[in-house]
C-alpha cells in the first residue's frame, strides 16, 4: 500500500522556521506539492513542484517564506517554512501525483495520495 508520511510539525512563536518533510512508498511520482488546513476552514494549497519539469509553485500567503523541495533519490518532499505567522497555523498535508504530467498543480483532485497530516501551530 502506497504510503506517504509526513514529519516535522510542531510549536513554534511567529517568526520562528520549521522544516516539515514527506517520505512516499511509491517507486515515482510525478508532482508532489503540500496542503494546509486551518481550524474552520477548508483545505488550501501551500506549494507544490514536478519531479521531471523542476517547477514549483507558491500560494500567495507563503511566497517568499516556504520553500518547497524534494530528493529524487529517495521520493522525499520538503517544505522549509521562516518567518511563520499565527495564520500558518493548521495541519499540513502531503500529497503525491501519481498520474504522469511534466507539471505541478495546485488543485486537490489532480492528488490521488495523501499523508495523514501533521500539526503545525505559531504562537504570537
Known amino acids: 500500500q502506497v504510503q506517504l508520511v509526513e514529519s516535522g510539525g510542531g510549536l513554534v512563536q511567529a517568526g520562528g522556521s520549521l522544516r516539515l518533510s514527506c517520505v512516499a512508498s511509491?517507486?515515482?511520482?510525478?508532482?508532489m506539492g503540500w496542503f494546509r488546513q486551518a481550524p474552520g476552514k477548508e483545505r488550501e494549497f501551500v506549494a507544490a513542484?514536478?519531479?521531471?519539469?523542476?517547477?514549483?509553485g507558491y500560494a500567495d500567503a507563503v511566497k517568499g517564506r516556504f520553500t518547497i523541495s524534494r530528493d529524487s533519490t529517495k521520493i522525499t518532499v520538503y517544505l522549509q517554512m521562516n518567518s511563520l505567522k499565527a495564520e500558518d497555523t493548521a495541519v499540513y498535508y502531503c500529497?503525491?501525483?501519481?498520474?504522469?504530467?511534466?507539471?505541478?498543480?495546485?488543485?486537490?483532485?489532480?492528488?490521488?495520495?495523501w499523508g495523514r497530516g501533521t500539526q503545525v501551530t505559531v504562537s504570537s
Open positions: 500529497a503525491a501525483r501519481a498520474i504522469f504530467s511534466s507539471e505541478y498543480s495546485s488543485k486537490e483532485y489532480d492528488y490521488t495520495i
Open positions: 511509491i517507486r515515482t511520482v510525478s508532482a
Open positions: 513542484t514536478s519531479w521531471s519539469g523542476g517547477t514549483s
